[in-house]
């Protein structure tokens, strides 16, 4: 079945009880056991509840993958992925060097006091992963694809083998593309991890987070953690999520051609000094993403000349949202040296390019005159 068809009926299609078509919304905490050492499945709902059960189906089947967890946060996702990490004498976690700044605050200042060791490391570049992999400690590789604001891009099954050849554990944050557009563990990753606040939600009106595992031991694992530690999504969001998904694929090609026509004014306009959008032929990274996935995205960064003007973008535009976070169908403009990648140290802001000109924007899907016309009007 293509990905289209499994999005447009993500949940359970039909209620054995009464045939109800959307999945319904079990808001229940506890279930009544049937008879002492008997269960219908379904006992408390920290441990598994109808409704969310129905999301993470969909979500492993989006994947192709044995098992999905859905948790509270993108963030909760990601520190079950950190949880995995128990073996005394492998301690590392190399991670991309450019990722959302709450993966670097969560690994800097909550796991390295649990004795992770995370090094950063540019995952555009082959070599450079090998090289810190070499070093020898490693029990995760982490990439973002593409980064985040500057959208650089990793080979992933060169650096799926990388880890594999040293028995890390290889996880790719696919929060950009979505299993719409690719599917990380077809291309020889572990796990895939998401920020389904983002596209996977799409209507910037829930936080969500979700763990899709290659392998069932793993995936039973990640379950294990998710019980244990408890950072689940509650069954309303999941039912917010399984509605968000049914519209994925439509939302995504709308997104993504509004964000290419956008990418192409930005970068003929005499105030733009760079545009890093993969979707533009010239990009570094085009031929690479589109090598491996089936679109770009919706996502794009810029530079603008002068710092002085953010403050009148950001003061100036009525369509785009001045707002943190990206996905949903309303377009936003973040400004990520203040915003998203405040934790990132300085210097490695610098480093990268994530300056104080450089602007993100997440393209909804809007009319896309009413878009251009908005930037328009604030760069002049
Ligand atoms: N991963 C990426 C790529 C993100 O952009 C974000 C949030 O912006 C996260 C993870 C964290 O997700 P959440 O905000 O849902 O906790």
Known sequence: MEQETVLAQAGTRTDPGTGALSTPLYQSATFRHPALGESTGYDYSRTANPTRTALESSLAALDGGSRACAFASGMAALDAVFRLVRHDERRRVVVTE????????????????????????????????????????VALLLVEFPTNPLLRVADIAALAQAARRVG????????????????????????????ATKYLGGHNDVVAGAVVCRDADL???VAYIQNAAGAILGPMDSWLLIRGLKTL?????????????????????????????????GDPGHDL?????????????????????????????????????LGGVESLITYPAVQTHADLAADVRDRLGINNRLLR????????????????????
């Open 98 to 137: 450019d990722p959302y700044g709450g993966t670097v605050r969560m690994l800097d200042q909550l796991f390295q006091h649990y004795g992770l060791h995370p090094t950063y490391v540019d995952t555009s570049d082959n070599g450079a992963v090998e090289a810190e992999l070499a070093r020898g400690g």
């Open 168 to 195: 890390a554990l290889f996880a790719v944050d696919n929060t950009f593309l979505t299993p719409y557009l690719f599917r990380p563990l077809e291309h020889g990753a572990d796990i895939a991890v998401y920020s």
């Open 219 to 221: 995936g039973q694992q």
């Open 249 to 281: 694929a439509i939302r995504m090609d709308r997104q993504m051609d509004n964000a290419l026509a956008i990418a192409e004014f930005l970068s003929t306009h005499p105030h733009v000094q760079a545009v890093r959008y993969p979707g533009l032929a």
């Open 289 to 325: 993403l589109l090598r491996q996935a089936k679109g770009c995205g919706a996502v794009l960064s810029f530079e603008v000349d002068d710092p002085d003007r953010v403050r009148a973008i950001l003061k100036g535009v009525e369509i785009f949202s001045f707002a943190e976070s």
């Open 361 to 380: 924007l997440s393209v909804g899907i809007e009319n896309i005159n009413d878009l251009l016309h908005d930037l328009k009007t604030v760069l002049e």
